[in-house]
């Protein structure tokens, strides 16, 4: 085959053609050289003289009452052990109270001298100090604090405007921004350390957990610091460090503004958090999930229990699929209890719910969760005059759920359903978590309270062309739904 040359541009490298590639090659190289130069800045003493003044050093005291114990660690049975003992009671007054003190960092947010930290920097502290950058010293008196989320406000009183910093947007700040660091780390007095975003959206243990990761150096003493953006927003609280030495390896946690900034306006108004409930207990959506509701794809937040409170009066329902709040998207669980939490009291949104295979929207009136925390669900009636069999079902050895089986599983007397009594470790049912003593309360979104129930939604699903079915399955009190393949016998 005989190719034939393409001309191009790039070989007229004569006349006008060549003056112009030129000047676009040099323009790109300035556009080149001016983006790296923006994101790479020479310097951040500028961004750090303007906003370390509002940086403030905290240290707490408490008075702790009763000795440390010092003596030192001696075999059980040592001949040493009564001498250290005696000595020991001779020369230490064990119950005279002493200070404790503990180290940490905070930030000013308003010239009136409100100051945010983190709540374990001051916990349990009787005395309060705040220094700053220009070693002023003031006392400072506790606004609120909120330990899921481990932030605390705090108030001092100053003779002239204190100069203050401003929360960013924690949502626009994307992996590989520059971020600064400032605090007291290791009590050494004010510091600063530059590093970038690491990773969002980071989870550690609390219920509204939204952590952004920096490599910039924190350290113990760092704790309650701001984590600056290069436009010197406050876009995190630095709050904890992952590392096998206690120092810095690389890996730190700052709880995104977003959060806090919602927080810190409740504990300034209310001297408390006011959280939204929606009142339901919620799940993750599973593939398998999806598959057996025939829900278009696996996102949302799965109703397990649905007790007395705003979502039941709003007409929710167990085995709604939230895939929608107050116009927001719901991608999972975490993402729907942070929407609700940092929404008002009283207010009334729109929920978007999956129910029989079409999309519902449902108006609710938010409550207050820290009223409603111990929220406990309502039993479901006892089946009467079942007798007790046994079958292998899906791998399952499965029983009906008998006042004497119901009260050697220490469950409530009304609860009924079907009790598992052994699970094939092989099967797909062990795989999924089920165990001996889990009860199946419902299948197919209907009550079983019968092997014969169990067959009948079995039946169905089959004939429907379903190849899962799901299971609500209560394990402690608690419910989660389950889905598990159906045989075709």
């Not at 295979?357 to 207050?368: F, I, P, Y």
């Not at 409530?412 to 089920?434: F, I, P, Q």
């Not at 209907?446 to 089959?462: C, F, G, I, M, N």
């Amino acid at each position: 085959m005989k190719h034939q040359a393409v001309s191009s541009p790039y070989q007229d490298r004569s006349g006008p053609m060549k003056a112009l590639w030129v000047a676009m090659v040099a323009t790109v190289l300035v556009l080149v050289q001016a983006m790296q130069a923006s994101a790479r800045p020479d310097s951040f003493a500028d961004l750090v003289d303007k906003f370390s003044p509002a940086v403030v050093n905290i240290t707490t005291s408490t008075v702790v009452t009763g000795a440390s114990d010092d003596s030192p660690i001696l075999p059980e049975g040592s001949p040493f052990e009564d001498f250290f003992r005696e000595f020991r009671d001779r020369n230490q007054e064990r119950d005279r109270p002493r200070r404790s003190g503990a180290l940490g960092s905070g930030f000013v947010i308003s010239e009136d001298g409100y100051i945010v930290t983190n709540n374990h920097v001051i916990e349990g502290a009787d005395e309060i100090g705040v220094q700053f950058f220009n070693g002023l010293e003031l006392d400072a008196t506790v606004v609120g604090t909120d330990p899921n989320t481990d932030i605390a406000l705090l108030k001092v009183t100053a003779d002239a405007p204190l100069p203050f910093v401003s929360f960013g947007d924690s949502d626009a700040a994307r992996v590989g921004d520059w971020v600064l660091a400032m605090g007291n780390p290791l009590g050494q007095g004010f510091s600063v350390s530059a590093g970038i975003v690491s990773a969002r959206g980071r989870a550690l243990s609390g219920t509204y957990d939204d952590f952004i990761q920096t490599d910039a150096a924190i350290n113990r003493g760092n704790s309650g610091g701001p984590l600056f953006n290069v436009d010197g927003e406050v876009i995190g609280v630095n709050t904890s460090i992952l590392s096998p030495t206690g120092g810095s390896i690389g890996i730190g946690f700052s709880m995104a503004s977003n959060v806090v900034s919602n927080v810190v306006d409740q504990l300034r108004e209310y001297g408390e958090t006011r959280r939204g409930w929606l009142g339901v207990r919620i799940q993750d959506v599973t593939d398998e999930l999806a598959q057996a509701m025939d829900l278009p794809e696996a996102r949302g937040a799965m109703v397990t229990d649905v007790p007395d409170g705003p979502a039941a009066e709003a007409g929710m329902k167990q085995g709604d699929v939230i895939l929608s709040f107050d116009g927001k998207d719901v991608d999972d669980t975490r993402g729907l209890v942070r929407q609700v939490g940092n929404t008002a009291v009283g207010k009334a949104v729109r929920v978007t719910v999956f129910r029989d295979g079409k999309n519902e929207t449902l108006r609710v009136t938010l409550g207050r969760r820290e009223q409603a925390e111990a929220a406990i669900p309502a039993a479901q009636p006892k089946a009467e005059g079942e007798e007790p069999s046994e079958k292998e079902v899906m791998g399952m050895t499965l029983g009906t759920l008998t006042p004497e089986v119901a009260e050697q599983l220490q469950l409530d007397a009304n609860a009924t359903g079907l009790v598992v009594m052994d699970v094939d470790e092989m099967s797909d049912a062990y795989e999924k978590g089920m165990r001996a003593g889990d009860v199946i309360a419902e299948a197919g979104r209907e009550k079983v309270e019968t092997l014969a129930d169990l067959e009948t939604r079995l039946d169905e699903s089959r004939e429907a062309g379903r190849k899962l079915i799901m299971l609500l399955v209560r394990r402690d009190g608690d419910p989660r739904f389950v889905a598990l393949p159906i045989s075709e016998d």
